[in-house]
């Protein structure tokens, strides 16, 4: 019996308790783990007293130095490397002086947080960027912004969506502070800075930035895998390449908008070289719509310098240190004669204007042999770009088109237009659909401005493209004007800029379209839809000018911006310059009556703007190219001025430019010296539509620039003592003196306003310079 007695008590073993004996404490388990140590020391190397300390470095209140800081940015924990970013900018502001010298290592030690698993990392380090590169020149920052934009472009295809989209956060950061860094390298960049048509100002695709990186094309290439897209060149050049590993992704309303609005400020960076979309322009892309009505590409540059301003030039190129002045010259030569004696010099090494080649600096006559083939080579890569941003547009047409339709009804659909109390806040609808229609702007854009060096095939098929979305887009346009509620702010600002879009896009299709009589079937049919399309933009773009355009924030009306104005040039000009009794000359709008409207309230809208207003340079820039397009010999446009079409209108308003002159003053010299200039442009060319007596009105009126002759008071000088420019002093004497070349019967005004001129000049700088150009007006009548 005892082996069943044993196995009793095994069985019994595993739940019996083991008894407690008083003052023997509790005996540890047999299976416990013994966790005591033994050491002769214990080493504490950062509070040692023999590690001698530089009291001089900088620190944190933490006593943590700027290499402790970067130490901790790569620690396991992620509230130590949260801590070490706020350090950073916590001892960076307390010492600027440490930026720039640190500058390389910072960023070295920022690249690995790009990609960092967690958000409120990555959130800390876009906003320590952001700070370090506003205290930071551009031309420092670039060269060591290389291997943050490795670091970016990869976390653009990183497993985790969220770090994708932090990924176009950081991409915003350097477009806002270093575009040239992310644009370079896409072939597409700046390519509105060619024309094909005379090579003229060919910038490099190939890239850009410090050390000649490429990022550029990878950039476009994380874009389109976000959006599930692939450029057809990138299909044709690897039929067999494997799908993107994010095709099953589906991005919210959110990331899309994030995606879609970096793209576009990537693209308007790239297309057009703008920055910024409030961004003003150069003067030949402002118009570039004049470009198609000249015969040839150099004379539309010298119309558009007809009224840019002479003064000392530099010429020179980028790769040349110093630069070469060239005196300036007074601009009045009513004979089309320069002397010889007057110091202008001939013989002299000229640079080949903005065409850098090669790398060379200058140019002699035996380098010159080759140079037809150098820009025939180079219009090629200009033609070849504008087919890459042709493609790019097709490849992104779909998930425009799909955005769109998607957002628009619960935009401005009928569910949208119900009351409701309080002022209807921004939402992320309203954002995308209005990034859509920028992405469309800047790309059909680009592309019809010079869509005659593509194929038939291609420029068909982005016109198809951009007819189809406009199509979708009309019935909801003018956008958010009929409503019921009240938007805050930013949403009225986001959609007057969608109408904007949708009025230039139109008027770049009216500019390409066809004139032919003879289209039949589906052309005829979306010619006369694009017909009810450009009425309504006219009935839209006059409300504009009128200030007609009335919402539930603004009841008044709302005046228009410079910027709106700008963007509004393009419309206008497509709008008047119409054929009319041609009968074979089709074109999508060619009712005289709403051409003769748009200018009538073009002239009006400059003659309601104050002086003050940013807008009055730009219309008068605009009113006076109108004006000066009559005498141009190379012009061939439809729109033209006769004595009995718009002759009196313009003869109005040419002669109230001396009192807009003289409101202008001294406060404004921007919109004075476009002014002047075309005043002086006018007396140098004959127009055959003005009135007879044009020039004596503008004499009388123009003397009292410079002297009034009060019946009480005697004389009082006028605003032309007040400016403080040197040149357009002496541009303000050109067009005076120019009054006596337009015409010999009108010597009496002439006298009176040369009398008002010297008194306005006695005893100061410019008085030698006014007898100058009397004396040498004098030896040539």
């Known amino acids: 019996m005892p082996k069943s007695s044993k196995k009793k008590k095994e069985k019994t073993a595993d739940f019996s308790k083991a008894k407690l004996k008083l003052g023997k404490g509790k005996q540890q388990a047999t299976n416990a783990t013994d966790t005591s140590y033994k050491a002769r020391s214990i080493a504490l190397p950062t509070q040692s007293i023999t590690v001698e300390k530089d009291d001089g470095e900088p620190t944190t209140k933490r006593n943590l130095t700027l290499d402790d800081l970067l130490t901790h940015m790569k620690h396991y924990n992620a509230a130590t490397r949260k801590d070490a970013i706020f350090g950073l900018r916590e001892l960076l502001s307390a010492n600027p002086d440490l930026i720039i010298p640190s500058l390389s290592t910072l960023i070295n030690g920022c690249t690995r947080i790009v990609g960092d698993d967690d958000v409120s990392v990555r959130k800390s380090m876009l906003g320590f960027l952001e700070w370090l590169f506003s205290r930071v020149p551009a031309v420092k920052l670039a060269p060591h912004t290389n291997i943050l934009m490795l670091f970016i472009t990869s976390s653009l295809s990183h497993i985790y969506p969220e770090i994708r989209i932090d990924a176009i956060r950081f991409l915003d950061i350097m477009l806002e502070f270093v575009p040239e860094v992310v644009v370079g390298g896409w072939v597409g960049w700046n390519v509105a800075g060619y024309s094909a048509a005379d090579g003229n100002d060919h910038k490099d695709t190939q890239g850009s930035g410090s050390n000649g990186a490429q990022h550029g094309q990878r950039v476009l290439e994380g874009y389109l895998a976000l959006l599930n897209l692939r450029s057809r060149q990138a299909t044709s050049a690897n039929d067999t390449a494997p799908a993107s590993s994010l095709s099953s992704v589906v991005l919210s309303s959110t990331s899309k908008l994030i995606l879609l609005k970096s793209l576009s400020s990537f693209l308007r960076i790239s297309l057009s070289g703008s920055q910024d979309a409030s961004?003003?322009?150069?003067?030949?892309?402002?118009?570039?719509?004049?470009?198609?009505?000249?015969?040839?590409?150099?004379?539309?540059?010298?119309?558009?310098?007809?009224?840019?301003?002479?003064?000392?030039?530099?010429?020179?190129?980028?790769?040349?240190?110093?630069?070469?002045?060239?005196?300036?010259?007074?601009?009045?030569?009513?004979?089309?004669?320069?002397?010889?004696?007057?110091?202008?010099?001939?013989?002299?090494?000229?640079?080949?204007?903005?065409?850098?080649?090669?790398?060379?600096?200058?140019?002699?006559?035996?380098?010159?042999?080759?140079?037809?083939?150098?820009?025939?080579?180079?219009?090629?890569?200009?033609?070849?770009?504008?087919?890459?941003?042709?493609?790019?547009?097709?490849?992104?047409?779909?998930i425009l088109l799909a955005t769109f339709l998607d957002t628009a009804p619960t935009v401005f659909g009928p569910q949208s237009q119900t009351p409701s109390s309080g002022i209807q806040v921004l939402d992320v609808n309203v954002e995308l659909v209005c990034a859509v229609g920028e992405i469309a702007k800047e790309l059909y854009g680009a592309i019809l401005r010079n869509s005659a060096d593509l194929s038939a095939d291609t420029r068909s098929t982005v016109s198809e493209n951009l007819r189809g979305l406009l199509g979708h887009m009309s019935p909801y346009f003018p956008f958010g004007v009929d409503e019921l509620y009240q938007r805050d702010l930013k949403s009225e600002q986001l959609l007057q800029g969608l109408n904007l879009s949708y009025c230039e896009l139109t008027s770049l299709l009216v500019l390409a379209s066809e004139a032919s009589a003879s289209l039949k079937g589906k052309a005829k049919a979306a010619n006369e839809k694009l017909t009810a399309q450009a009425q309504r933009v006219a009935e839209y773009v006059v409300k504009a000018l009128k200030g007609e355009l009335v919402s539930i924030s603004q009841p008044m009306g709302q005046a228009l911006s410079a910027g709106a104005y700008t963007s509004l040039l393009p419309t206008i000009w497509s709008l008047i310059n119409q054929p009319h009794g041609d009968p074979g000359q089709v074109r999508p709008l060619h009712d005289p009556n709403i051409s003769r409207t748009v200018l009538q309230a073009a002239l009006e809208h400059y003659s309601r703007t104050g002086f003050s207003s940013a807008v009055k340079k730009t219309a008068a820039e605009f009113i006076a190219r109108l004006f000066l397009l009559q005498s141009e010999p190379q012009y061939q446009g439809f729109f033209r001025i006769s004595s009995g079409t718009y002759g009196l209108e313009f003869t109005e308003w040419i002669t109230s430019l001396p009192r807009t002159v003289w409101e202008l003053g001294p406060g404004h010299p921007g919109a004075s010296e476009v002014i002047l200039l075309f005043l002086l442009r006018s007396l140098q060319r004959r127009f055959s539509f003005l009135k007879a007596n044009w020039s004596t009105e503008v004499q009388k009126r123009f003397a009292l620039y410079f002297n009034v002759d009060h019946p009480t008071r005697g004389h009082i000088l006028g605003p032309f003592t007040k400016l403080t420019t040197p040149s357009l002093r002496r541009l303000a004497l050109d067009v005076a003196v120019s009054f006596r070349g337009s015409s010999a019967t009108e010597t009496e005004e002439q006298d009176k306003l040369e009398n008002a001129v010297q008194k306005a000049v006695t005893g100061t700088e410019v008085e030698a310079y006014w007898r100058e150009i009397q004396a040498s007006f004098a030896s040539r009548l």
């Open 279 to 398: 961004e003003s322009p150069s003067t030949e892309q402002a118009a570039w719509y004049l470009a198609s009505s000249f015969s040839s590409g150099q004379a539309y540059r010298t119309f558009i310098q007809l009224l840019e301003p002479i003064r000392t030039a530099s010429v020179h190129s980028s790769s040349c240190p110093k630069p070469t002045f060239v005196s300036w010259q007074p601009q009045v030569d009513p004979f089309g004669v320069q002397e010889f004696d007057g110091g202008e010099v001939f013989m002299e090494t000229f640079e080949l204007g903005d065409v850098h080649l090669a790398g060379l600096e200058s140019w002699k006559l035996d380098e010159l042999v080759g140079l037809e083939s150098i820009l025939e080579s180079y219009q090629s890569v200009g033609a070849g770009a504008l087919i890459i941003v042709a493609d790019l547009a097709c490849t992104l047409h779909p």
